[in-house]
C-alpha cells in the first residue's frame, strides 16, 4: 500500500509542538526586504506527533538497507556498518570540533588522523598516506593526478592508462577525467590479465596500469608479479583499485605485490556508512617516491606535537575542502582499533568463506563462467535461464518479492547476463542458505511458471515499469 503524502495527513487544529509566544517586537519585512521575496500565504501541514512518527516510519520501512538484510552486491562490499562506530563518531568531543581551530586545541583529534594513516600504510604496504579524498572514485582522480605530475616533473608527457576489462567500473571514468587516454586490455580465458595482450600495448607513452587485486570477478591475478615488472619496464607506474581489499586484508598488501600507489574505500573494507551521495572517504596510500606529490596539508608528528604541514612544493594541492569526511575517518578508525591485526585478518576468512559457500550451491543451477577459485565475490551468468525466457533483471526483480536485495547486475561486461554476489563476512549461514534458496527457486519458476518471474515485481510498492519509456523518458523530478 502507498503511504500518503504529509499534507494528505493534516487537519485544522493537530498540533504536535507549540511554540512560546513571540517576545520579540514584529518587523516589518516589506520595510527589510524587496516585496517579491515575501511570501504572502505559508500552506504549512498542521499535523500530531503521531501522524508524523507514523508517516516517517512507514516511508522507512519502504527502504532496503543493509540494516534490513543480505546487501550482495558485488564489488561494493556492502557489509553490516556496527552501531557502536556510530556513537564513536557522535562523541561530543569529535563531533563539535571545527577545523579552523589551531593545532594545539585539536591534538586528540589530529593523533587519530595520524594513527589511521599510518594503519592503512600497514595494511596496504605503502609508505604514507592522505585522508582527504571523500569517495573511491575521488581517490582514483587524486592518484591520477599524482601520476601526471609525477611525469611531468620527468619531463615526460604520457598519455595511456591501461585498465584491465575486469577493473571497477569508475577506473575508465576517472582516467578520462584526469586527461588520460584509456586503453582496454582484454582478460584471457582464465579471467585474469593476459601478460602477452599487456606486453603488446604498454610503452614508453603508458602512464599506469590501474588494477582491480582480485579483480572483479573475485578472481586473484596471480601473475601479478610479473604484470608489475611489465609495467615498471617501460617506466609505468602499477595503481591499485582498493574496492575489492576486503579480499586480501591482513593476507597480502598491495604494496608487497609492487604496487606504487592506491586508493582505500573507507566505505567498503572499513566499515563506514555508505552511497546516498555521501558520507565516503577514498585516502590515497603511495610508495615513499611518490609522497611530495600528496595532496596538502600533510598531518606530520614533531616530537610529541601533531600538525598540518603547508609548504609542499611538489603538491597537486588541495582535494578536498580542510582534511577529509572526518566523520566517516572516525568510523574507519574505531572499526581497525576494535579488531586489530588478527580481526582484520578473520574478516577476510570469513568473507572468502561465504562467498565461495555461496558460489558452490548456485554454480549448478546458474552458469559459472569462470572456474578459477573466487575469493571474496564471485560472478554467475543467467544465459541458462535467458534460454527459457526470462533474463537477468527479470531475476533481480523476482528477489524483491522474497525481501531479497539483488546482487550487481550486467557487470562486469565480460561476463553475458552477469550476476555478481559479495555476500561479505557480515552475513551468517542462516542468511546465506535464504538467498541460495530464493535464487533456486526462481530458477525453477523459470522452468514452472515463467511469467511470474518475467511480470515482478508483485510484492513492492512500486511495480513493474515500462523500461522504455524510464529509460527514454526518465522523470528525474517530482
Known amino acids: 500500500m502507498s503511504e500518503p503524502l504529509i499534507k494528505e495527513y493534516s487537519s485544522p487544529g493537530r498540533k504536535g509542538y507549540s511554540l512560546p509566544p513571540l517576545d520579540v517586537p514584529d518587523i516589518n519585512l516589506e520595510g527589510e526586504l524587496n516585496p517579491k521575496f515575501i511570501r504572502q500565504q505559508l500552506d504549512l501541514p498542521e499535523l500530531s506527533e503521531v501522524d508524523v512518527a507514523r508517516h516517517f516510519t512507514s516511508l522507512s520501512q519502504k527502504n532496503y538497507g543493509v540494516d534490513s538484510g543480505i ?38 583529534s589530529l593523533k587519530i588522523l595520524y594513527e589511521l594513516k599510518n594503519n592503512l600504510a600497514e595494511i596496504s604496504g605503502m609508505d604514507e598516506v592522505t585522508l582527504q579524498p571523500a569517495s573511491g572514485a575521488h581517490g582514483e582522480l587524486t592518484a591520477l593526478m599524482i601520476i601526471k605530475r609525477y611525469f611531468k616533473d620527468k619531463g615526460e608527457e604520457r598519455k595511456k592508462i591501461v585498465v584491465p576489462d575486469s577493473a571497477h567500473g569508475t577506473n575508465p571514468a576517472s582516467a578520462a577525467m584526469a586527461g588520460f587516454e584509456v586503453v582496454e586490455l582484454k582478460s584471457n580465458e582464465r579471467g585474469m590479465i593476459d601478460l602477452d595482450k599487456l606486453r603488446g600495448l604498454v610503452d614508453e607513452d603508458t602512464a599506469a596500469l590501474m588494477l582491480t587485486n582480485p579483480n572483479t570477478l573475485g578472481i586473484f591475478e596471480r601473475e601479478i608479479l610479473e604484470v608489475a615488472e611489465i609495467v615498471h619496464g617501460v617506466g609505468g607506474l602499477l595503481y591499485y583499485d582498493g574496492a575489492n581489499m576486503n579480499a586480501i586484508m591482513g593476507y597480502v598488501r598491495p ?62 594541492g588541495r582535494v578536498h575542502s580542510f582534511y577529509g569526511n572526518y566523520s566517516v575517518i572516525l568510523r574507519a578508525y574505531a572499526y581497525i582499533k576494535a579488531l586489530g591485526a588478527d580481526g582484520l585478518r578473520k574478516v577476510t576468512e570469513n568473507a572468502v568463506l561465504n562467498a565461495n559457500y555461496m558460489k558452490a550451491k548456485l554454480k549448478d543451477v546458474y552458469y559459472l563462467p569462470y572456474e578459477e577459485d573466487s575469493l571474496h565475490e564471485f560472478v554467475l551468468s543467467a544465459s541458462k535461464q535467458k534460454e527459457k525466457g526470462a533474463t537477468t533483471l527479470n531475476i533481480a526483480k523476482r528477489l524483491l518479492d522474497y525481501g531479497q536485495y539483488a546482487p550487481t547486475i550486467y557487470f562486469p561486461l565480460v561476463v553475458k547476463e552477469a550476476l555478481m554476489i559479495e555476500p561479505t563476512e557480515t552475513e551468517n549461514i542462516t542468511t546465506l542458505n535464504k538467498f541460495i534458496a530464493t535464487m533456486i527457486n526462481i530458477s525453477r519458476e523459470i522452468e514452472n511458471n515463467i511469467e511470474i518471474v518475467k511480470n515482478a515485481p508483485h510484492n513492492t510498492t512500486i511495480k513493474k515499469l515500462d523500461e522504455v519509456k524510464a529509460a527514454r523518458k526518465p522523470d528525474l523530478r517530482w
Open 255 to 316: 604494496g608487497d605485490m609492487d604496487f606504487d600507489l592506491m586508493h582505500f574505500n573507507l566505505h567498503k573494507t572499513f566499515s563506514t556508512p555508505h552511497g546516498g551521495g555521501g558520507p565516503g572517504s577514498g585516502p590515497v596510500g603511495v610508495k615513499k617516491f611518490l609522497t611530495s606529490y600528496l595532496p596538502k596539508p600533510v598531518l606530520i608528528k614533531e616530537g610529541n606535537f601533531f600538525k598540518w604541514e603547508y609548504h609542499r612544493p611538489h603538491s597537486i
Open 71 to 108: 546487501y550482495p552486491l558485488g564489488s561494493c562490499t556492502m557489509k553490516y556498518n556496527p552501531k557502536i562506530n556510530e556513537d564513536i563518531a557522535r562523541i561530543e568531543g569529535l563531533s563539535n570540533l571545527h577545523p579552523y581551530q589551531e593545532d594545539k586545541d585539536l591534538q586528540g
